[in-house]
């Protein structure tokens, strides 16, 4: 996941690496669709990534869906976990783990908090706290458009997790616990959009809505075609941390219900999601947080009408960025 996950990466190649003339596939996909318009190149450029999923998807099932019971942790039988002692390694492992959280986010965020007070961008010095301003702040809450599309950010962002941990849900109960034939195929659809450029959806949902059998909808341009197209980004995610956490508990807890006579919907409602509850919460916000800040998605697809907050800030950076000094 975490392999593709880089492969797709938009953001980063986009600010950084373009000025720099640097393009990955991601980036030359964009601009492939997106300026010149060749659909047919573009689609050529994202199978690289699916080709690169099926392996992906195959071998998981090999490895790990097919030996479900070794896996298990939450068994009907009384159990004690067991620790590991760091020992000598402890505060070895400590330092690195604090050298890593303050050089990837507590340095980033103080940078970012000390431009953000400056009238303009300066290398940091001394001199530069006489020059501490919160003029930017007082603009960014007097502007109507900034205010507008964040409240979308977080509308979107709250349908767009909650309905892709939902549908996760039932797929990892349906592909874990039901021998149903096709479950294979059915994991590889949840998780094939990962290995699509998320350009590309972008792209494919924009033909489809604005196609002649689609376009009386009248959906593209508002949220719903927006949210569908963000759960579809993030469902391979919701997916696979499902997939994890439902393999990870004995099915002999749903067959004791079954003998006694409860109903799936019981047994789904009742043991399988409170067990699941943490890994829900912690998928919906991961999914929740990238949702708002989603940009290669959003800058496809968004209109005037549903804006969101990182399409916004882009158009900001690209208009009014400067950092020649």
Known sequence: ????????????????????????????????AYLSSAWGLAAAYATIFLLISVFMVVLYHR??????????TVTGKAFRPRQIELRRMRWPALVLVIVYFFLAVVLPLLIL????????????????????????????????????????SLWVSFWVASGTMILA????????????????????????????????????????????????TGLYGGFVVLSLALVTRFIAFASRTSNAAMTQIDAALEEAAYVSGARKARVLARILFPLL????????????ANAFRNLNVSLLMSTPQNELISVTLYDYWERQADFSM
């Open 1 to 32: 996941y975490s392999f593709i996950g880089t492969l797709d990466d938009f953001e980063t190649p986009l600010l950084i690496g373009l000025p720099a003339q640097i393009y990955l596939l991601p980036t030359v996909i964009y601009f492939t």
């Open 113 to 152: 908090l000390l431009a953000s007070l400056l009238p303009f961008y300066r290398v940091p010095s001394l001199d530069m706290f006489n020059d501490l301003t919160l003029a930017n702040y007082e603009r960014l809450f007097s502007e109507t458009r900034v205010l507008r599309a964040a409240g979308n």
């Open 63 to 72: 490895v790990v869906l097919r030996r479900t019971s070794q896996f298990a």
């Open 277 to 288: 509850l943490p890994t829900f919460v912690a998928g919906w916000i991961f999914v929740a």
């Open 169 to 216: 849900f039932l797929l990892a109960w349906v592909i874990v616990r039901q021998r149903v034939p096709g479950r294979i195929i059915l994991d590889s659809i949840a998780f094939i959009p990962h290995a699509i450029p998320a350009v590309v959806v972008a792209v494919a949902m924009i033909m489809f809505y604005l196609s002649p059998a689609m376009h009386w």
